[in-house]
């Protein structure tokens, strides 16, 4: 049995919508529902509840799914099937078919991720092999439960977007492998994170990429955190790092004249 996690709010039809859809499927799954309508901790931190709610059970992988997306009745099975198949890749995402034109697919892997997500997107037709992605959207994602076991639950400082990036160039600095699974399909209406919404959910997002800028972009984090992160402007990072690839460089071409020798 596969566990399914959904943060759900306001929305009953689209919640209901997205369970008639899970009840279909050919894989046998267990739907946790983490209900916001009361006390709204927002996106990331419900698949983080639902996480320690499920992570015990004996499963190889757990879902999360956004109520706005519905999955077609093999999805699951083909993702599971891709996964047993690939045990390097410990984040699979299917392909987001447009609610209105099914034969278009708005998400099928991620492009850039800031300062806000962009999709490869195009016909369906273009879409038939799996790939390697950087990334993935968040609205359905696979686990593999192995992979959560180490790197740890996703990063609650993204309240609302930007952990899916994040979690996946997490999982993939720790030598994981993010895929889109182009046999496993599902509609996405696509009514929360990736429209323009309240001015409170605005500044939420943005708020987000901020962190997202601080933690990916700048180092900002390790100035923050680190007892001699007060020393480390942009300009002397650089130089570091220069440095070190300088260092590296020459180690190589000793290395590379010392096999030379050898071979003398």
Request: aromatic share 10%; charged share 25%.
């Amino acid at each position: 049995m596969i566990p399914v996690i959904i943060p759900y709010y306001k929305n009953k039809d689209k919640l209901d919508k997205c369970i008639a859809h899970l009840r279909n499927q050919t894989a046998e799954l267990e739907i946790f529902i983490r209900d916001n309508n009361i006390d709204n901790i927002y996106f990331t931190a419900a698949i983080n509840e639902g996480i320690r709610k499920l992570l015990a059970r004996q499963c190889s992988y757990i879902i999360i799914l956004n109520q706005d997306m519905y999955l077609e009745h093999t999805a699951v099975e083909n993702m599971v099937i891709f996964m047993d198949s690939h045990p390097k890749c410990g984040i699979g995402v299917p392909l987001q078919i447009d609610s209105k034109n099914p034969e278009y697919v708005n998400c099928a892997g991620g492009l850039s991720a800031f300062p806000f997500g962009k999709h490869v997107h195009g016909q369906l037709s273009e879409f038939t092999d799996d790939e390697q992605i950087s990334w993935g959207n968040g609205a359905c994602m696979i686990f593999r439960k192995e992979m959560i076991q180490e790197i740890g639950l996703m990063d609650e400082n993204f309240i609302l977007i930007g952990s899916d990036s994040d979690y996946c160039f997490t999982a993939r600095s720790r030598g994981w492998q993010v895929w889109r699974i182009s046999g496993a399909r599902g509609v996405h209406e696509c009514s929360t994170s990736g429209t323009l919404m309240y001015p409170h959910i605005e500044k939420l997002k943005i708020t987000d990429m901020i962190c997202f800028g601080q933690k990916w972009l700048t180092g900002q984090l390790y100035q923050q955190l680190a007892c001699d992160g007060k020393n480390f402007t942009a300009e002397m990072i650089n130089k570091i790092v220069s440095e070190l690839k300088k260092v590296k460089n020459d180690l190589e071409k000793s290395s590379d004249l010392l096999v030379m020798q050898g071979r003398k």
